[in-house]
């Protein structure tokens, strides 16, 4: 199993390594908005924004986040810099997506003024939180309440927490852009080791970490999440999450690659199956 997701995995790198571009072209994934992006600061909120809308149909989600970052334009950053004022300013553009209306992202948007504006970074955020030896679960628990604190109207949902049982795939997702090394990710957040991440799990990932008999029920919690994770570290301990990308779009884009490779692995006995894992 190793050597097949190494192998895939090298693929997809070495294809992005040729033509980013080319590379999103083929396939639609909201990690192509802070690749818009030279700075550090505007990356990671292109970044943040994208991953917090990552569910649902991705073509919608590709054309609401489009739609958020042209109303802060041409810096995301910049405009998140000016002020309450400046992001009151949007109300009148009203923003929504599926369940989210406007009042409910712009106070999203009002959370990340302070945080440009306060502490300078989500990074900086963030490693207020995060130890060494600490798990990413007590990190980003720790985290997500220093964010929700900055602004009470903003939904739980949209910055989900582990203490919530979620798989919080959405943060996890951009906990992956900001620190493995290796693109399409950013390895922005130098200071938080890839060996921390947890497998961003949505029903793509999961659909595909039961059959391959990863997890034993298909019910999706943080847990399972860990779960997932573990396994994952068997075969890259000090970069679990590196699979996730090629994985994901495998499963969704159902190829011959993943239809035979849960064929395989379905085909052994069960004893072999939990052996494995």
């Given at each position: ?39 550090f ?36 950053h ?8 400046a992001?009151?300013s ?68 949209l ?56 997890i034993?029920?298909?019910?999706l ?57």
């Amino acid at each position: 199993m190793k050597e097949t997701l190494d192998k895939l995995y090298d693929q997809y790198t070495a294809e992005f390594r040729r033509s980013p571009r080319d590379f999103f072209s083929k396939r639609q994934d909201p990690i192509q908005f802070p690749h818009r992006y030279s700075s550090f600061h505007d990356r990671e909120a292109a970044a943040f924004l994208a991953a917090t809308f990552a569910y649902g149909n991705v073509t919608s989600l590709c054309s609401f986040v489009d739609h958020l970052l042209s109303l802060l334009k041409p810096s995301p950053h910049a405009f998140l810099s000016r002020g309450p004022k400046a992001v009151r300013s949007l109300g009148r553009h009203k923003p929504y997506y599926r369940l989210h209306k406007s009042k409910e992202i712009l106070a999203l948007l009002s959370m990340m003024s302070r945080v440009y504006s306060e502490s300078g970074s989500l990074y900086n955020v963030f490693l207020e939180s995060y130890f060494i030896n600490s798990t990413i679960k007590v990190a980003a628990t720790d985290f997500v309440v220093r964010l929700r604190s900055l602004s009470p109207g903003m939904p739980a949902i949209l910055v989900p927490s582990p203490a919530d049982g979620s798989t919080c795939k959405r943060l996890n997702l951009f906990f992956r852009w900001m620190v493995r090394r290796e693109g399409p990710d950013f390895g922005l957040w130098r200071e938080v080791s890839p060996a921390h991440l947890i497998m961003p799990v949505d029903t793509h990932i999961g659909r595909v970490a039961y059959r391959l008999a990863w997890i034993k029920t298909p019910s999706l919690t943080w847990q399972k999440a860990e779960t997932i994770t573990q396994v994952l570290r068997g075969f890259d301990p000090q970069d679990p999450t590196r699979y996730d990308f090629s994985l994901c779009h495998e499963s969704i884009s159902r190829s011959e690659w993943m239809r035979k490779t849960l064929s395989l692995v379905e085909s052994q006995p069960k004893t072999l199956q939990r052996a494995e894992r």
